[in-house]
């Protein structure tokens, strides 16, 4: 299994909701990332999992909170968001050094009402 | 990471090899170069990768200058399915992949 499988391909959600974002590979990377796009602008990273710990959080607000139960599941929790957090988000694994490629998911495309 | 320039956007015709250039003159000595691209509604695809030595692989290659201030990406033979965002990345050994606003491949037929 060569992929980053991401759940919901698509979300909508309202400004009270709590919803969560899954992600889950089988790569026996023991890295993972969270990253979020807005359309027609690359890339933004979030989160960084390193063997299922935080290693870094890019000062993403408190409404964004992610989580790593496994080395194979990476999760997003979604509470309180605001119209301007919709945007694709996707999610990303590893080998534990970084340095190799990484392997990207499809993406979750979020809209928040 | 060191800063990288790239082409807003360029079109190649099908079939011929695209040569897509990204400056990097600030690079350190231990940062790699890295090339993702992502097609349309699509996740991130890495490509390739290197540190100062030219490298090859099934679906491109990367040119490195001697000075490191620069690279080229060749893709020999672009097909349709090549359109695309191509973004040259400059990282260290962390964990920090920025990507930033890439060129915007048009493959012509």
């Given at each position: 299994d060569t992929e980053v499988t991401q759940t919901p391909k698509h979300l909508v959600m309202g400004m009270t909701n709590k919803k969560s974002l899954k992600c889950e590979q089988h790569m026996g990377h023991r890295a993972m990332y969270w990253y979020k796009q807005k359309a027609k602008k690359p890339p933004e990273l979030m989160f960084v999992y390193s063997y299922e710990k935080l290693s870094i959080n890019e000062s993403v607000p408190s409404r964004f909170s992610p989580e790593c139960p496994n080395s194979s599941l990476l999760n997003l929790h979604l509470h309180?968001?605001?119209?301007?957090?919709s945007a694709l988000y996707l999610c990303a694994s590893s080998p534990p050094t970084g340095r190799d490629g990484y392997t990207f998911g499809s993406g979750t495309r979020l809209t928040v009402v | 990471d060191a800063k990288t320039t790239q082409p807003t956007s360029m079109d190649c015709a099908e079939g011929r090899a695209a040569n897509l250039p990204c400056n990097h003159s600030t690079i350190s000595g231990n940062e790699y170069v890295y090339w993702y691209r992502q097609i349309h509604s699509q996740g991130p695809q890495y490509i390739i990768h290197g540190l100062k030595n030219n490298e090859t692989n099934e679906m491109a290659s990367l040119i490195i200058t001697e000075d490191r201030k620069s690279s080229t990406l060749i893709l020999p033979h672009a097909t349709l399915r090549d359109t695309a965002v191509y973004y040259c990345i400059v990282r260290s050994n962390d964990y920090k992949l920025s990507f930033g606003a890439g060129t915007t491949v048009t493959v012509r037929a």
């Open positions: 309180a968001l605001q119209p301007e957090d | -």
